[in-house]
């Protein structure tokens, strides 16, 4: 057998004057929502319907545009807009990502011995404006600039 629970209910006046028990969820008859009390508050505090809530705008996603993709062959590079930072190897015409790293950009410093929050998977997330000071680009080495493009 089924159970049926029902809770307080009354008018948006009665609320005005009601002080729910802590944790008490009463039901407003007048505007159809729920409040939820504190055992301090008179009337509670009103819980919004779905149809209340603002819709919110999804968030843009950026890519690295790799058709502009700019090599960078001499430091200090200033970095034209946000974007990633990539550095690879080069060895017998195979293209390798770059495990050991060493990389400066304003007064951040990177090498593959310390962590940080800027390098994923030795993409570095760059901003418009940020210079890199120093970059291991010798021998087979070669770091290029993507901008960002909405995915």
């Known amino acids: 057998m089924s159970r049926q629970v029902q809770i307080r209910r009354g008018s948006a006046t009665a609320h005005t004057n009601f002080t729910g028990a802590i944790g008490e969820i009463t ?11 504190d055992g301090i508050t008179p009337g509670g505090t009103i819980l919004a319907k779905q ?14 545009d790799f058709s502009n993709a700019i ?25 390798y990502y770059k495990s050991s790293l060493d990389i400066q950009l304003n007064d951040w410093t990177y090498n593959s011995v310390g ?9 570095f997330v760059v901003q418009q404006g940020e210079t890199l ?5 010798s021998g087979s080495s070669k770091a290029f600039f993507y901008p960002l493009k909405n995915a």
Request: proline share 11%; net charge neutral.
């Open 51 to 64: 149809s209340e809530i603002p819709e919110i705008p999804p968030i843009p996603k950026f890519i690295p």
């Open 71 to 95: 090599e960078i062959t001499t430091t200090p590079y200033t970095c034209p807009s946000d974007g990633y930072l990539r550095l690879y190897a080069v060895y017998n015409g195979y293209i």
């Open 133 to 137: 000071t120093r970059i291991d680009i």
């Open 27 to 37: 039901m407003d008859t007048t505007n159809k929502t729920l409040r939820v009390h």
């Open 115 to 123: 962590a940080s929050s800027r390098a994923a998977g030795n993409w």
